[in-house]
């Protein structure tokens, strides 16, 4: 008797695999999408990471990118459609660079994200406003950050008290969506509530060759340990989307309020100075805005299939990295994102 070793096409399990779900993707709003994104804003200046030629300025331009991705691990309908299951890997990292420092060009940071695989469960309504709604689960992601040599450099020259501040945490996500697009080119009002909630210690440390320790930890130990410090971000989006004209062009509208940690450490300070100026840990509140357009190409509709342009603006603590610890931080400026 012959056996067959193949698996079978016509499986629920295999027709899903690595198919692109329409739903479970950032809103234009988020600061670290799961696409494509880059900005040239102009943004708020600080001492310590303007490498020198443009000191004593309070704005100037810088060029930030960021490279998301939404990987496709499975995707299937269940039942009549009411219902949809989606698994996706998201990974994101985000450079920023000062093209407008001549003699260097410099990268000022360097922010990655990446964890297992994201699950999103959809109940499609189809009861009038009410499309739809989305839970979502990142069980474990983990985000890394790192400023540029020449920053490091620098820093030892003036004599800063510190030189990098060890930003790395994991975390877990859960995001509750009302009114997911699912790639509809017909006007949508979307809504979403997220929370991360961190897995162990806190959102940054210092390591024993990173400078005075006894700015963080006012023990001063020689290498500040993990400290569970509002082991929480909490994020409510909304984002608008016109109806699709003839041509393929939407009007996009998306804001974001987030209620973060703020840092309490002060990249400013001197080996030279004393007392040393430290500053309290506190919350603050973000807000990101994109208003613009988006292009959706009219003969393929999956990754990368639709191309946004508009103005993004953002006002909050300075949201990269160990400069997280900066207030008041605001920029402005073009937006270009491949979704």
């Not at 000062?98 to 990655?112: A, G, L």
């Not at 390591?207 to 001063?220: K, L, Q």
């Amino acid at each position: 008797m012959a056996v067959s070793l193949s698996a079978e096409p016509t499986s629920v399990f295999g027709r899903g695999l690595f198919r692109y779900a329409q739903f479970g993707h950032s809103l234009y709003a988020d600061m670290h999408p799961n696409f494509p994104r880059m900005d040239i804003p102009y943004a708020t200046n600080n001492a310590v990471y303007d490498y020198g030629s443009h000191t004593g300025q309070a704005y100037r331009w810088q060029t930030m990118g960021l490279f998301g991705l939404n990987l496709p691990i499975w995707y299937n309908n269940l039942g009549d459609s009411t219902f949809a299951l989606s698994v996706n890997m998201h990974l994101s990292a985000n450079l920023w660079m000062d093209f407008y420092e001549f003699s260097t060009s410099p990268i000022v940071d360097t922010d990655y994200r990446i964890g297992l695989p994201t699950v999103t469960f959809l109940h499609r309504l189809n009861r009038g406003f009410a499309k739809n709604y989305s839970i979502q689960w990142s069980p474990f992601k983990h985000e890394s950050t790192h400023i540029g040599d020449e920053l490091q450099i620098r820093y030892i020259d003036r004599d800063y008290a510190l030189r990098r501040v060890n930003v790395s945490y994991n975390y877990t996500e859960f995001i509750f969506t009302f009114n997911e697009a699912e790639d509809r080119l017909a006007q949508n009002h979307c809504f979403r509530l997220g929370l991360m909630l961190l897995w162990h210690g806190g959102w940054f440390n210092m390591d024993p060759d990173g400078g005075d320790a006894s700015i963080i930890d006012p023990e001063g130990t020689a290498a500040v340990p993990y400290v569970r410090r509002s082991p929480w971000e909490l994020y409510l989006q909304y984002q608008y989307q016109s109806p699709t004209s003839k041509h393929g062009f939407q009007g996009i509208a998306s804001a974001e309020i987030r209620n973060r940690e703020c840092y309490g450490f002060d990249l400013g300070v001197t080996n030279s100075d004393n007392p040393k100026n430290m500053q309290p840990e506190s919350r603050v509140f973000t807000y990101n805005i994109f208003v613009g357009a988006r292009y959706n190409t009219p003969t393929y509709d999956g990754p990368f299939s639709r191309i946004a342009l508009g103005v993004r603006a953002y006002h909050g603590n300075c949201p990269y990295g160990q400069f997280r610890s900066i207030r008041n931080y605001s920029q402005i400026g073009v937006c270009l994102m491949f979704e």
